[in-house]
Structures are given as C-alpha cells and as structure tokens.
C-alpha cells in the first residue's frame, strides 16, 4: 500500500477533447485524422514544458468529428465515439449565446471539452465560450485559423482556466486547513445620524449565493453569515472633484481604506480554529462623502466601486439614490437597500468571490489568436471553470499535505524522547488513504472527487501536525537538570562514596590479617 | 505502559518516515510551483511582557506603548496577540487606578479604551508562548487566541523583560530558552506561518536569545549585547517605578512622528539608536533576511498594508431575460436540477470515515455505544423508569431468597 504512492511525476489528470468541423463543405482535403494531429502539434506548442501541476497530461487524445453537406467523418479513435448528431447544427441561431449554448450542451453531452468550428457566411469570427464544457467558433474562418483557435482554446481556457501558466497561486486559494470557508457579509453604516440602511440578506441568500456554494462544494464547504454594523467610518480620505460631481478616493489610498479599530468584522461565532473567514463589506459613505466613486490610475472612474485584498475579502462602496438626507426629521430614516440595487451589489460581490479564488470576474478572454467571450454562469462559475478550480485545489491540497507531513516525520525524528499519541498515527495514516485515493481519482480524470479527497487528506496531516500534545519543549538542559537533582543526591551520594571507601580500606585490612593468619597456619602445621 | 506504545510507535513512525522520504520526490516536483511567489498579504503582531509584579510597571508600560502603537499605524486586534500578566493597573499599590503610563508627564494613558488582552494573569507561560508561535492549540480555544498567519504575512515579535544569556524569564517561574525559540520558529518556517519575522527584543543581554535562530527570512533586534544590561529610562516619583525602558522610548520616540502613510525604512529605525543614550548597544541580526534593510519600510511590519486589487467588473449572475423574482416561493421552483456534479466513488470516502468511527470506540466503548443505541430508541422515558424500579422488588425478594 505505502509503495504505490511513490510516484515521482507531477499530478497531471487525463483529459480528453473533442472538435467538430461544420460547414466546410468546400475543402475535401480535411480529413479528420490530419486536422486532429495538426491540432495536436498546436496544442503542444501551447502547453508549457514541463506541465505544471493540475493541467492536462501531454498525452492528450483529441477526436475530430468533420460535419459537411457530405455526411460525418470522424477520426478512427476506438475508445471514444462522439456523440455529434450528423446536420444538427444548421438551423441555429449563432446571435442568441444562450440557445446555442443551451442546443450544444444537449447534444455534446457535457463531459468532453469540446469545440465547434462552424464556417459561416460572415465576415466576423466570433468565439464563446459556453457554460459547460464547450466552445463555439463562427464566422469565416480558415482552416488554420480554425486550427489555431481550437488549440488556443483547448489549452489557454479549458485547460489553464484563462490564465497564461494554468498555476493558481497560494494567496487565491482561501480554504481554510479543516476546508471550511466561512463568507461573512458586512452591510456598514459608516454615520447613522445620516441614513440607516438595512438589506434582506435572507433572500439573497436563498436565490443568489446557496447555487454558488453549491457549486463550489467540492472545492471547499462554505457557510454564510451576515451582519449590519453602525459607526464604521473609513480611516482614509477622499476629495471633492467638481468634474465628477463626487468624492473620489484613489486606489493609493485602497490599502487604507479598511478601518480596523472601528470595524469590527471579526465576532465570528462558526468559525472553527482552522476554516478561514472571508469579509465581504458593502460600505454605506456618510452624508459627508457621499456620493463617493473610485478612480483608477488611468484617470477612468470604476464601474463597479469595488476592490479585494487576497485572503482577506472585499469592500464594495455603496451611494444611496442621489445622497439624499431627509434634513428635516431629527431621527435619520430607516431604509432597505431596494432589490435591484442589492441584486447590482451582488453582482460585483459574485466578481469579487471569482477574484478571489483567482478567476477573472470580466467575461471576455483576450489569446493570441483572437478575443473569445465567456458566457457568465448562475451558480458564479462555469463547468470548466469548476475543473480548472477542483484540479488546482487537488494540486494544492496534496502539495500541502505532502509537506505537512513530511515536517512532522523530521520533527518526530530530531525529537527522539518526545511521545506520540496512537490517535496522531492513525491520523497520518488516514491522511495517506485520502491521498492515494485522491490521486488515484485523479488518474481517472474524476476531478471532484479528488479535490474532496484531497481536501481530507490536508485536514488530516494538519490535525495530524497540529496536535496539541506535540509540544517539543525542552526545558531540561544539562544545568538545569544538575542544578535541580543535585541537592537531593549529591550529600547523600558523598556519605555513601565516603562510607564505600571506608569498607574498602577496612577490606584490604581484613584481607591483609585474614593471609598473614593463613601463612602462619600452614607454617604451623 | 506508556513505554511499550511508545516504542512499537516508533517502529510505525519509521516505515511511515521511509516512505515519506520517498515520497519527497513527489512533493519535490511539486515544490518548484509556489516557493518564491508569495506576496505579502497581511501583518501581524505578537507582543509579549514576561514580567509580573509591582516593580515590573515598565515592562508591561513597554508592551502597552507599542501594542497602541502597532494599533495605531492600522494592525486590527484580530491580528495582534497581547500577552501580560495584566497586574498592573489594578494593582493595589497603582496610585492611579485602571491608568498606565509610560511617561512621567502622564500625557498618555495607554490602558484607556480598546486594549484587548489576549493572555493575561497566569496564562503567560512558555508554553502557551509556543502554542501560540507554532499552532498546537486544543480545539477549544478561540480563534481570538490563535496566531492565524499564512504563508504571506509579516510577523513582529514583541519581547520584553527580564533575561540573560541565552534565556528570557518568564513570569518568575520559567525560562525561555534560546534554543527553543529557535526550534519554534524553525517549525513555524516549515509550516509556512510567516513570510517575514521581525524580533524586538527588549531586555538584558538581549542579542543572545536569538542567537540559535537559523530559518531564512528572520530579522532580529535586541536593545543590548552579551554581558550588557539595559535600562529603564526613568523614574516617574508620582507612581513611584520607573515606567518604560530606554530601548522601547527611542523606538517609540520614532513611531510617534509616523502615520500608516509613511515610508520611513527599517535602516532609518534602526540606527536611531545611539549607545550612549541606551547605555548599550542596540545589536541586530540580518544575516538570515534577504532584502536590504533600506528598501523595507518600517509599516511593513509595524503597521497593516495590504496589498488591494481593484474589481474590473461585475459579474451577472442571471441571464438579461429574467428578471429577479421578490417572492422566495417561486425561487424555490425556480431552482432548476442543474446535472449536479457527480461525485464518483463515494463509498470509498464513506469507508475512511467508518474506519474512522470503528476505530474511535475500543471494545468497552462499542458496548456502551449499543446499549446508548438501544436507550436511544426508548421513546417513552418514564414508562421505562417506572417499569425499572417495579423491577427491583422481584430482584430484591429473588436475591434475599437465595442469600438465606
């Protein structure tokens, strides 16, 4: 059992994808086997050597399904067939993303990345990205250009998740050690005397986030709180723009905007020792500062007034409806943030949470060959980029744990006096069960259930390492010991040594008469 | 007893560290993709006085001051661990009840308002020092007490009071050993709890408790070498000790001139300090931090910047043709069974949890937990009771019987 973990190679998961050719009818030179190797040798143009971890293995298997007037020719692959429905693409609409998106997903079936190349009539050529596992390319697009697309997507999207390396960095990883991730949502009156907001954060929860966290339940088990504070000015500054009509803070002036004397975010009661806390504040300006607008470096106002820190959260400033303060009544007035105004603050939340987790929260990707666009998905992320997420946490995790556990064995082993419990034993080994099963899922290209598995073993060899009875103190230096035994033995052990000597000279006496007494008797006799 | 499963678990241990070993391969390949790129994320501070008693005021006034200054230039209390044997300003001999000073101008009250104490009284101990450095907490104890640093944040270490060579005293009690913060840091390092640690230390003969230190990215400062004492600065003839040490009034006579906006660098702090006015030499250590003391700015460990991303867009969550439904009732129709996303092989985690369970409960306690299994299922609890007690009379009269 232990041997099967040494492996020496990466964590690469097998990945299988598919491209399907449509229309063009009037290039008979397109056979399927020649546009899938030459697919191949872009794809492993694309690739960075060597594969970082959580990509796709090298060996990729790529099946080509060409769609003519003609009939269906696909590639002789013996394990996969396609399940392309022959003619089925010629009475869409490519200017509706979400009916394509919707009609693709039936018939592909949503388990292979895929891409559709249809050579239409316009001049055009646009690229989605759809929800599921699949990409549609349209326009009039040449056969290397095609070709190229179809790589660049597989690779740069479907497989990296849209970034440039496919590696996800440790600061936009925000799952605690014990998996738990803890959203804990501020709604922040920064003056009551000017206006108290409150928002239904019961409904939100309800509609918008509990399809989130479903989604993201292989990745990590988020729970949700909510709370309103009152008095939490900002402790940055902001100056009148008469351009702009506003306040305007800068993003010099982000890293102190947080307030942490008076906002008090952290009074947490779910939170274990070990998830971590994500603090998502929607901050109400005073009547002061209202309306009050980010600018950005490029002299541009930001959309969406918002901005995160990793690991920590975000902050999202919010103006009430054109700053107006109800002079006359002593009492400030009471109200609720109205619904599409909270839906909108959602909205930039739901960016903020991608951001986060270290996905871009625009939806266009800009390659090499061209813009694509991707569509936008109800639960906040799409399949693909679900697998992008399960495969780097996987990646992550078992990183983690391999080296958790590889601290403790060099601290069990410097520490030779120090006793270990069964239980952190047993923790370790359940740790490795989880990470062989993760990595065994992994080699089977079942993304989900490894990153729940590998989000076990990471809680394991934490609470493994953790333990609270490894304390490797050592107060007993050699002085201390000495100055501790040494009253208790060292009078006792003089008296004892002097005593021995004193028999030992009396022995020799003895002795010494006991022979001469023997000599003298055999001379005798 | 305890011998016996020690040894056979170390046996256990050493297969399990082979094959680790073997397994570094794995991890090693695994290594090169997060080492160098971490950014700093966040701060935090661990501030320590390790003196009790009356004639200590200006260790605990020491503490205090920087904590205020620490919260000041912007790190939250959630991020500063504050711990003092706290038996100062409510001591019977304080003249100025619930107030603390550091100045005998009495311009500042630092024990005002807002002073979170993390450990106080008798919990200052090593030990709890170490639980709090390297992680090792039950499960208990709140997340307030936790030093809950990742592999981005800055970490200053705070120490003040009475030590010598090589050790700290802790309490009047204990010793700090310098070996042993270096093992604790050592392990910290290895778990990735800091990306950078600054020790401030503040005693006698300060430069020899972090003398053993050998993990990178450690910087270290102490107010007086081997064989060198420090001193208080002066005596305040109201309260009637002295109230602060001469190594925290010059560094806190460098803070008060700074907000969280400057960029004043650690160079400029640390030589700020001149020998004839400490009475010793302020000695510190840069062997093991890479950057150069000029470039870091002083707010990267004393105050909280954190590093800020702008949110290009939004991002909308439900297509243009439907609108937001108010009423919850038709949300819950509305949720479409989207394929939820299969979890192959659930029962190879179901296993590992039942292993789990199987093997918390030895014998004695599988029993316990039927006969718990089968009370459970008792429904009515009073019939119950009262069929028990009905049924000590026969037992009673059948145990006299065969006694006589």
């Known amino acids: 059992m232990l041997s099967a973990q040494i492996e020496s190679n990466p964590l690469l998961f097998p990945c299988h994808f598919q491209a399907i050719f449509v229309g063009f009818d009037s290039k008979p030179s397109m056979t399927p086997d020649a546009l899938g190797s030459s697919i191949l040798s872009q794809m492993t143009k694309l690739t960075s050597k060597p594969p970082q971890c959580g990509t796709c293995s090298t060996n990729y298997s790529i099946a080509v399904t060409v769609d003519s007037s003609l009939g269906c020719i696909q590639t002789r692959n013996l394990e996969d067939t396609s399940s392309w429905r022959c003619g089925s693409m010629g009475t869409t609409d490519f200017s509706d993303d979400e009916g394509v998106d919707k009609a693709l997903a039936d018939s592909l079936g949503g388990k292979v990345y895929s891409v559709v190349v249809v050579h239409g009539d316009r001049e055009e050529v646009r690229a989605v990205v759809g929800k599921y596992r699949h990409a549609w390319v349209v326009g009039r697009v040449s056969e290397a250009e095609a070709v190229a697309r179809a790589a660049e997507i597989f690779v740069k999207v479907f497989v990296n998740g849209g970034k440039e390396e496919g590696l996800i960095h440790g600061e936009f990883m925000p799952v605690g050690a014990d998996g738990k991730i803890v959203l804990s949502f501020n709604l922040l009156n920064s003056d009551p005397q000017d206006w108290v907001y409150d928002w239904d954060f019961q409904s939100i929860d309800e509609t918008l986030l509990s399809p989130v966290i479903e989604a993201l339940e292989s990745v990590a088990n988020i729970s949700v709180e909510s709370q309103v504070l009152y008095h939490t000015p900002k402790s940055s500054f902001s100056h ?3 351009e702009q009509e506003s306040y305007i803070f800068s993003t010099k002036d982000l890293p102190f905007f947080v307030n942490s004397n008076e906002w008090h975010l952290d009074t947490s009661i779910a939170a274990g020792g070990r998830s971590k806390i994500l603090q998502i504040v929607v901050y109400i300006p005073s009547a002061r500062e209202c309306p009050l607008l980010l600018q950005l470096p490029n002299g541009e106002i930001s959309k969406t007034n918002g901005f995160i820190s990793p690991m920590w959260g975000g902050v999202i400033v919010w103006n009430p409806k054109d700053c107006l303060k109800d002079s006359e009544s002593q009492h400030p007035l009471r109200r609720t943030i109205s619904q599409q105004d909270l839906q909108k603050v959602f909205e930039v939340v739901m960016g903020q949470f991608r951001q986060l ?3 871009k929260s625009n939806n266009v990707y800009v390659g090499a060959s061209g813009t694509s666009s991707l569509l936008a998905s ?18 992550f995790n078992l990183h983690s744990c391999a080296t958790t556990l590889g601290s403790l064995s060099r601290l069990v082993q410097s520490l030779p006096r120090m006793i270990i419990m069964d239980e952190i034993g047993k923790q370790v080994m359940y740790s490795l069960e989880a990470a062989t099963l993760a990595r065994s899922n992994a080699s089977l290209g079942l993304y989900d259930s490894s990153a729940v598995s590998s989000r076990q073993a990471r809680y394991l060899a934490e609470d493994a390492f953790f333990h609270p009875s490894i304390m490797s103190v050592s107060y007993y ?12 033995f060292l009078p006792v052990s003089m008296h004892v040594l002097l005593a021995a000597l004193r028999e030992w000279r009396r022995y020799k006496q003895e002795n010494k008469k006991y022979l001469a007494w023997k000599t003298k008797v055999k001379k005798d006799s | 007893m305890r011998f016996k499963m020690y040894g056979s678990f170390r046996c256990r241990m050493v297969l399990l560290l082979l094959f680790l070993l073997l397994d570094c391969n794995f991890s090693n390949c695994l290594a090169d993709t997060s080492s160098e790129a971490t950014t700093h994320t966040n701060n935090w501070a661990v501030l320590v006085c390790t003196s009790r008693f009356w004639f200590n005021y200006r260790h605990m006034a020491n503490t205090l001051s920087l904590y205020r200054t620490v919260k000041r230039l912007g790190i939250p209390d959630e991020r500063i661990i504050l711990m003092l044997a706290d038996d100062m300003a409510c001591n019977a001999r304080n003249k100025y009840p619930a107030q603390v000073f550091n ?13 979170e104490v993390d450990y106080r009284g008798y919990e200052v101990t090593v030990e709890n020092f170490f639980r709090v450095l390297t992680g090792r907490h039950e499960n208990a104890v709140p997340r307030s007490k936790r030093l809950l640093s990742d592999e981005g944040s800055h970490i200053l270490l705070y120490m003040t009071g009475h030590g010598g060579d090589e050790f700290l005293k802790f309490q009047d009690s204990e010793e700090l050993q310098s070996h042993d913060l270096a093992d604790a840091v050592k392990q910290m390092k290895e778990k990735r709890r800091f990306k950078e640690l600054l020790i401030m230390v503040d005693t006698c003969q300060a430069a020899t408790l972090f003398s053993q230190l050998q993990s990178p990215g450690v910087l270290a400062i102490g107010s007086s070498m081997k064989g060198e004492n420090s001193y208080s600065h002066h005596l305040d003839s109201d309260v009637g000790v002295s109230v602060v040490d001469r190594f925290t009034f010059y560094t806190l006579g460098f803070f008060e001139r700074l907000n969280m906006y400057n960029n004043d660098s650690l160079i400029s702090l640390f030589s700020s300090y001149n020998p004839s006015m400490l009475m ?26 954190m590093e800020m991303i702008h949110t290009d867009s939004a991002y909308s969550l439900l297509s243009r043709k439907e609108s937001f439904r108010v009423e919850i009732k038709m949300s819950a129709d509305k949720s479409v069974p989207d394929k939820k996303r299969l979890m192959d092989n659930p029962s190879d985690l179901d296993q590992i949890s039942e292993l789990n369970i199987e093997d918390q409960h030895g014998a004695l306690k599988r029993i316990w937990s039927t006969i718990q299994k089968e009370m459970e299922k008792v429904e009515d609890v009073d019939a119950f009771v009262s069929y028990g007690l009905v049924l000590i009379v026969p037992l009673l009269a059948v145990s006299m019987w065969l006694t006589w």
């Open chain 1, 240 to 242: 009148w723009d008469d």
């Open chain 1, 357 to 359: 987790f270290g996905l």
């Open chain 1, 378 to 395: 109800e639960r906040g992320f799409t399949e693909w980029e679900l697998d992008v997420l399960s495969r780097q946490h996987t990646c």
């Open chain 1, 477 to 488: 230096s050699f002085e201390h010991c000495f100055a501790v035994y040494s009253p208790f």
């Open chain 2, 103 to 115: 100045n005998e101008n009495h311009k500042l009250n630092l024990y005002g308002d807002n002073v």
């Open chain 2, 280 to 305: 010793s030499t302020a000695y510190y250590r840069t062997d093991l931090y890479q950057r150069h003391l000029e470039e870091v700015p002083v707010t990267n460990f004393f105050g909280s910047v």
